[in-house]
């Protein structure tokens, strides 16, 4: 079975701060990885995700992840942070075998920014 | 339409009620999940349905019982459901391995 660890639990940044939160599994086989972002009271949306090819991937609100396939790792980076980017961030896992339904989550990162 | 949509938004239910939960997409995905998520804690799965049928049941207690009526709907049957059980209880629906997720029904278990 997948496993998925983020390293930070909760992240204080102060606007204007670069982020980097780290993200590393565990698994033998090929995978899709994601980072979803939860704002408060709202519900789980994507912010980007990885199946192949540049493993320097770009998503929404200028994040963008690196996955580097031998450390297992997969860090969400944003050079400026801002005050709006204050949520909570998880890391998800799916493996390719098995339909693509099985999705293991991080405990996820909440992030504080600070005006 | 990239929504999937969730009733009620609040429920607060006793533990001798039967209450329902929905979930609705009209993207034509092929699989729709329910997870349920407690403060402070990530998603955890509990049912995924593909093409209508039943695939994984993560040893959920059976006073949770899923429904798939048709490839867009998919309900959450609750019986005799503990205070424990109280929590945010999520849809989401694939075509392939990204999911979209709904906005949650919060259960209130008194």
Known sequence: AQSVSQHNHHVILSEAASLELGCNYSYGGTVNLFWYVQYPGQHLQLLLKYFSGDPLVKGIKGFEAEFIKSKFSFNLRKPSVQWSDTAEYFCAVIPIAGGYQKVTFGIGTKLQVIP | ????????????????????????QHMGHRAMYWYKQKAKKPPELMFVYSYEKLSINESVPSRFSPEC????????????????????YLCASSQDSEQYFGPGTRLTVT
């Open chain 2, 1 to 24: 339409d990239t929504e999937v949509t969730q009733t009620p938004k609040h429920l607060v239910m006793g533990m001798t009620n039967k209450k329902s939960l929905k979930c609705e």
């Open chain 2, 69 to 88: 009526p048709n490839s867009s709907l998919l309900n959450l049957h609750l019986h005799a459901l503990q205070p424990e059980d109280s929590a945010l």
